[in-house]
């Protein structure tokens, strides 16, 4: 199983330290889970029966992260460790939070409340004694997400336990046992009352998988996509041209995803959502301008999901990009142009999509060009083109002092004409020739 050597000396010490003073401890949640799976716990939360102030009392550093409800951060050598008084089972009348909170002097009731039996084990490295009440280590081995206790009640409780649920199953590639899985569409009404910066948390989790494909399968089947994302239920039936897709529109979305690199959270939200308006654009077997209609859909999904103005922006111009059709013919002009439209620094994410897009093709698409591409922008950026109106060797003051004008809109006009020109023709790009071309407008 595992040993003392595999929690943090830091953490060790904090177990120590209560076991020392009477008190009970115990590692417990997703780190003994992890550890049973021989994955690296990214976090080691401990529970004790000392209560939160106690537990305060005998640490120097503490952060009262959620001492209301029992939990508060000790540091330790500045690692952080969640240290969470024993709870009994409460009563939730919001869909997500107890009304209040008992403490319990008990382990085994702190384990009977919690989320999934994966998650509801305690260990005592002191002892190397493991308490799973529920089967936990079974289920680990048969790779199933199963609630503790009666699933419906449990979702009942905390309406994020069912995303909790389609998370996990994707993270872990676990299957959902079946009375769980069947109790989250019963309950889909307790899951509206889940903040949406809550249910945005658990996607971007979901996003992190290996293919986190599985996990919006369980959400459409189990009704919480329509909830949530209901632009990419729309995509479920939507056929494509044969010869050159195998799935329709929604499996080529969640494969396209899976294959986006794991670490790249704006390529992710970018495949998983590049051909989400082709339903709406379908004629027969076309979408026309699926793209941009993609870019407003894709806005409206994630500002519902509360995700940050500048995420949006880097997934809205990939989507609206990610139709671009290079070719070897292309004159420099016409890749300077493709520089500016998708701005040099979202080239590499924009490639990414491409490969991914290809990947949850019929036949994997050859995108060797994009290499052929890649050197040719290399070239343009180490001969510095200008691709920006700030690039060019003039600015507005310029022009206002040679034609003697106020600002106005004719003064970002102008600087639009000129990069255009300098665009076409880079040697334009001297300070005395653009004022000559400045001048031709007096």
Known sequence: MFEKQNFPNEALIILQTLKEKGYKCYFVGGCIRDLLLGILPQ?????????????????????????????VTVLVNGKSFEITTFRK???????????????SKDINEDLSRRDFTVNAMAYDPETGALIDNYNGQADIKHKIIKTVGNPETRFKEDGLRAMRACRFAATLNFAIDEKTFSAISKTLNV?????????HDEIVKMLKAEKPSGGFEFMRKSGLLKLFIPELENCVGVEQPPNYHKYDVYWHNLYSCDAAPKDNLIVR??????????PSCKVD??????????????????????FGNSGIKSVCNLISNHMFDYKSEWSDSAVRRFMCRAGVENLPNLFALRVSDTKAMENEINVDYLKELQARIDKIIAEENALHIK???????????????????????????????????????DREKLLELIRKHA
């Open 269 to 278: 939200l970018a495949a998983l959502l590049h051909d989400v308006a082709k």
């Open 191 to 199: 899951v509206k009352k889940v903040a949406l910066e809550r249910v």
């Open 89 to 103: 089972d409460e009563k939730y009348t919001d869909g997500r939070h107890p009304t209040s909170v008992i403490f």
């Open 285 to 306: 077997l076309t979408f026309y301008n699926h793209d941009k209609a993609g870019v407003k859909m894709a806005e409206i999904i994630l500002k519902r999901l509360k």
């Open 391 to 429: 690039d060019l060797k003039v600015d507005g003051k310029d022009i206002m002092k040679e034609l003697a004008i106020a600002p106005g809109k004719k003064v970002g006009q102008l600087l639009e004409e000129l990069l255009e020109k300098v665009i076409d023709d880079p040697k334009l790009n």
């Open 43 to 71: 976090e080691f939360d401990l529970a004790t029966d000392a209560d939160p102030k106690t537990v305060a009392s005998l640490f120097e550093k503490v952060i009262p992260t959620g001492i209301d409800f029992g939990t």
